[in-house]
């Protein structure tokens, strides 16, 4: 008896290891599905329909996965994945892709806290799955407008629930070979049935991105998922050679516009007229640009790393605020044109001044004070890459400024707001200038003055906001003028307003004069 039996316990465990053998083969022939489909790049509309069924299959095959030990480690040309089994007792877990075999030589890794099971084990004592699944490949994961960094997707998941809102994030890290300092990327997930074309799509909702090194990007996500980093390439590069004669244009450019706003204030306040809107109108318009060159100049000291704190990012709300408050009041401006030529008669309004300082100041506060609440990180040091022309052509430098850091709020509220700024003042232009033409051709007489308020339009509102319309050259050709002209004359738009200022008050005092020397011959006249 005692040696059919043990032949008998022999063979249960033969049969129990050769299913073992069976179910843990079975997610590595899922794998080789995968990568035959990964290799025949010509079936897209396949991908597109059996992506999601497969990757499914294979999570499933992993979590139901039997082997010996703590982990398994299945292995193809492109795909990798990996099995832990947890206990309510778990402490936390790093994964490096230096401690594996067979892995591309640029490296990854991923951090899990000991808060990733907290949740399943409120349930009755089980076994907890950790999978972990590594595509060095983006065929399953189609993506249009960016490429993904090192074609990576690492993807995470927990047999037992979702796991999500984490207090302590996942750390995923990526590296490349070369510096990523010309590039902008992004930490994403991807988000199943976000999409109608396709099975899902990359989103940044709930990843923090940030680049410890310039061939590093940390991803700290708070939950789990399958994620990857976007790599778009940035605007293109200032040559870093331009670096000190712009840093100088704007230096001296801001300082020669901060002393003549202060000019011009003094000399309103010495001698304003009372209930004078255009001049107060003029004045707010000082104000907002004192402001943005003050604060313009202050941000790139407070960028540098001892100091970029909560200091860079208030001063970075503070710069986009005197931005939007220019802007603002460079359409005020026009509108307030509009006025003038449009309806000569009967343009009081009540409060006018007040409502247009509640447009002009309260608008521009609210954005930002929202963008503050909502989501205060849009501010902060914000890096602008500079291309090294003298080395290999691949080296980049940078500088940081204190400023939007998030592309979607400065693509609407710097570069949109702007332009919607410029445009209104252009059609305002032309149309006053149409105006003055009519009125020009109906009264001959009066053409030496039409055409002198033809000037005066054409310089007010080129001083209002035509310049701006520089920003949206930056490209091709267009680039090396466009950086220098917008320098220039932006960074001296402060001291255009201050000549605008005095050829105006010196017309008005010549106005003046000219009509006491009138009053004064009919005067002895009679």
Not at 333 to 341: I, S, T
Request: some cysteine; aromatic content about 12%; overall charge neutral.
């Amino acid at each position: 008896m005692d040696c059919w039996g043990a032949f008998f316990l022999c063979l249960c465990f033969m049969t129990s290891q050769s299913e073992t053998m069976e179910t843990s083969q079975e997610p590595l022939l899922w794998m080789e599905k995968l990568e035959v489909m990964a290799r025949s790049r010509n079936s897209t509309s396949l991908a597109d329909s059996l992506a999601l069924s497969l990757i499914r299959g294979l999570e499933c095959r992993l979590l139901n996965a039997s082997f010996g030990g703590s982990n398994l480690t299945l292995q193809t040309p492109t795909i990798q994945s990996l099995i832990f089994k947890l206990g309510c007792n778990f402490a936390g877990l790093s994964l490096s892709s230096a401690t594996k075999e067979r892995v591309p030589q640029v490296s990854h890794a991923m951090q899990f806290p000991a808060e990733l099971t907290q949740d399943a084990c409120r349930a009755p004592p089980r076994e907890l799955r950790l999978i972990c699944v590594y595509f060095f490949t983006d065929y399953f994961f189609q993506n249009i407008n960016s490429s993904l960094l090192n074609n990576y997707v690492l993807g995470a998941q927990l047999g037992h629930g979702h796991v999500s809102n984490l207090s302590e994030p996942i750390n995923i890290s990526f590296w490349h070979n070369q510096s990523l300092e010309g590039y902008t990327v992004t930490c994403v997930f991807w988000k199943e049935g976000a999409s109608e074309h396709y099975w899902g799509l990359w989103s940044p909702e709930g990843c923090r991105t940030e680049k410890p090194s310039p061939s590093q990007v940390l991803c700290r996500c708070n939950h789990l998922s399958y994620f990857a980093v976007l790599m778009q390439l940035s605007p293109a590069p200032v040559p870093v050679e331009l670096l000190a004669p712009l840093t100088y244009i704007s230096l001296v450019g801001c300082s020669i516009s901060i002393v003549a706003s202060l000019l011009t204030t003094l000399l309103h306040c010495q001698a304003r007229k009372q209930g004078d809107s255009i001049t107060r109108i003029h004045m707010n318009l000082h104000a907002s640009v004192l402001l943005l060159n003050v604060a313009f100049l202050l941000s790139p000291a407070l960028a540098t790393p001892p100091e970029s704190g909560a200091a860079c990012t208030a001063l970075a709300a503070i710069l986009h605020f005197a931005l939007l408050s220019c802007l603002t009041w460079m359409a005020i401006e026009g509108f307030n044109l509009y006025l003038l030529l449009g309806r000569v008669y009967n343009i009081y309004i009540h409060r006018y001044l007040l409502k247009l300082c509640a447009v002009g100041w309260g608008v521009p506060a609210l954005l930002v004070l929202f963008l503050l609440v909502v989501k205060n990180s849009v501010y902060g040091p914000h890096t602008i890459p500079l291309s090294d022309s003298q080395g290999n052509g691949t080296g980049f430098q940078n500088m940081s400024i204190c400023w939007v850091r998030n592309p979607l709020v400065h693509n609407i509220l710097v570069m949109g707001y702007g332009g919607l700024t410029s445009l209104f003042n252009l059609v305002v232009l032309v149309w006053a200038l149409r105006v003055l033409h009519r009125l020009r051709a109906r009264d001959k007489v009066l053409n030496t003055r039409a055409c002198r308020d033809s000037f005066t339009v054409l310089g007010l509102t080129v001083l209002l906001g035509t310049t701006w319309t520089l920003a949206f050259f930056s490209f091709g050709v267009f680039l090396l003028p466009q950086l220098f002209l917008f320098t220039t004359f932006n960074s001296l738009y402060g001291f255009f307003l201050f000549l605008w200022f005095c050829s105006q008050r010196c017309r008005s005092e010549a106005e003046a004069e000219a009509e006491m020397e009138a009053f004064s011959s009919s005067q002895t006249t009679h």
